[in-house]
T-cell receptor, first 116, second 112 residues
Framework: ETGVTQTPRHLVMGMTNKKSLKCEQH?????MYWYKQSAKKPLELMFV???????ENNSVPSRFSPECPNSSHLFLHLHTLQPEDSALYLC???????????????FGPGTRLTVL | GNSVTQMEGPVTLSEEAFLTINCTYT??????LFWYVQYPGEGLQLLLK?????DKGSNKGFEATYRKETTSFHLEKGSVQVSDSAVYFC???????????FGSGTRLQVQP
């Protein structure tokens, strides 16, 4: 595997389900990100981890819970979601922690989430 | 605050036509600028980048030049192919701010 991978690619869940999204980066990077891409809205940064420490949380509802067990893996745990949470969830990674303008973020293919 | 403005799409071109997708930005200081491409059903792929004024980023026949005097980073390609059909996002990053600021995206449709 190369680059940034995400599983599953598609997920359909009910509002009472609990599921997790997984991201893995094979680039030796130090920072990982979760973004949300909704139809007709700009990409929204949700969380940033640098060296396994959460360094940014952009007012995301508690029904989204991130976990970063090591610098290569990032999870997004989901529970009691709402239909408006349906979106494409993108994971990204960068060499630095994103604080420098020259840090380049590399994205995975995304998980298409549908909440019924 | 920071913002990125892209031309409205969709842009529809015939194969081998010349492509320009306009991108202008608002930011203080010296941001880095990026073009990402999103093919149907996929995530974002970095297409090219430029980190300082007058830099030219290029990849796969696409080019963009960082113009600080006009705060622009227009994407160009001399001869598009059907396989270039995708959504193109212009983005900027600033030191001290981890979130990339994205434009709204421009859909390109190339017809054979």
């Amino acid at each position: 595997e190369t680059g940034v991978t995400q599983t599953p690619r598609h997920l359909v869940m009910g509002m009472t389900n609990k599921k997790s999204l997984k991201c893995e980066q094979h680039l030796g990077h130090n920072a990982m990100y979760w973004y949300k891409q909704s139809a007709k809205k700009p990409l929204e940064l949700m969380f940033v981890y640098s060296l396994e420490e959460r360094v940014e949380n952009n007012s995301v509802p508690s029904r989204f819970s991130p976990e970063c067990p090591n610098s290569s893996h990032l999870f997004l745990h989901l529970h009691t979601l709402q239909p408006e949470d349906s979106a494409l969830y993108l994971c990204a990674s960068s060499q630095g922690d994103g604080g420098a303008s020259t840090d380049t973020q590399y994205f995975g293919p995304g998980t298409r989430l549908t909440v019924l | 605050g920071n913002s990125v403005t892209q031309m409205e799409g969709p842009v529809t071109l015939s194969e081998e036509a010349f492509l320009t997708i306009n991108c202008t930005y608002t930011a203080t200081g010296y941001p880095s600028l990026f073009w990402y491409v999103q093919y149907p059903g996929e995530g974002l792929q970095l297409l090219l980048k430029a980190t300082k004024a007058d830099d030219k980023g290029s990849n796969k026949g696409f080019e963009a030049t960082y113009r600080k005097e006009t705060t622009s980073f227009h994407l160009e390609k001399g001869s598009v192919q059907v396989s270039d059909s995708a959504v193109y996002f212009c983005a900027l990053s600033k030191t001290g701010r981890r979130a990339l600021t994205f434009g709204s995206g421009t859909r390109l449709q190339v017809q054979p």
